[in-house]
T-cell receptor, first 116, second 112 residues
């Protein structure tokens, strides 16, 4: 149990375009979903926290108009990178917490975004 | 300020050579300490949650322990497939969002 999927696993887009990443909890309902960014050989950097039906809470320094997060249901959250630039190229990972399970986060496999 | 420090940054072991990874933390009211394993190009995989000092959990060759200031991940007789980055994270009592504070990780390489 506690499986989280992400789609796509890899995406290449051109500068100025937008790209959407989906995060789904496959076998449980997620109270909260989190979006992280990870640079090579570095730890995870939290970008935002989202609860179903509520606006996402962004970490300091993360542009909410550039990284749009929608948490439409208890099993789906999306991250849209708008007007992408090469510096947005990174590994994006989502995680989900199950209701009533003591804040354990279960991570998706990640999405490698390359902006050309 | 809540903080998590992992050591060493990198560890090389021979197959069968047991060792320990350290996770030191300062947090205002620990609500949970989490260990994850991350393989290159993949998302972290949940290993353990520890809640209180003295608690221990085991899974195959891994054993996690917790004191009031640190946690250890003991690896007994490691195999090459245990090679990965191990991440430690804490949940602070001051968090109302479930936000985890991550350490920088320890990259383990087990040579056959």
């Amino acid at each position: 149990g506690a499986v989280v999927s992400q789609h796509p696993s890899r995406v290449i887009c051109k500068s100025g375009t937008s790209v959407k990443i989906e995060c789904r909890s496959l076998d449980f309902q997620a109270t909260t979903m989190f979006w992280y960014r990870q640079f090579p050989k570095q730890s995870l950097m939290l970008m935002a926290t989202s609860n179903e039906g509520s606006k996402a809470t962004y970490e300091q320094g993360v542009e909410k108009d550039k990284f749009l997060i929608n948490h439409a249901s208890l099993t789906l959250s999306t991250l849209t990178v708008t007007s992408a630039h090469p510096e947005d190229s990174s590994f994006y990972i989502c995680s989900a917490s199950r209701q009533g399970f003591s804040y354990e986060q279960y991570f998706g496999p990640g999405t490698r975004l390359t902006v050309t | 300020e809540d903080q998590v420090t992992q050591s060493p940054e990198a560890l090389r072991l021979q197959e069968g050579e047991s060792s320990s990874l350290n996770c030191s933390y300062t947090v205002s009211g620990l609500r949970g300490l989490f260990w994850y394993r991350q393989d290159p190009g993949k998302g972290p995989e949940f290993l353990f949650t520890l809640y209180s000092a003295g608690e221990e959990k085991e899974k195959e060759r891994l054993k996690a322990t917790l004191t009031k200031k640190e946690s250890f991940l003991h690896i007994t007789a490691p195999k090459p497939e245990d090679s990965a980055t191990y991440l430690c994270a804490v949940l602070s009592g001051s968090s109302n969002t479930g936000k985890l504070i991550f350490g920088q990780g320890t990259t383990l390489q087990v040579k056959p």
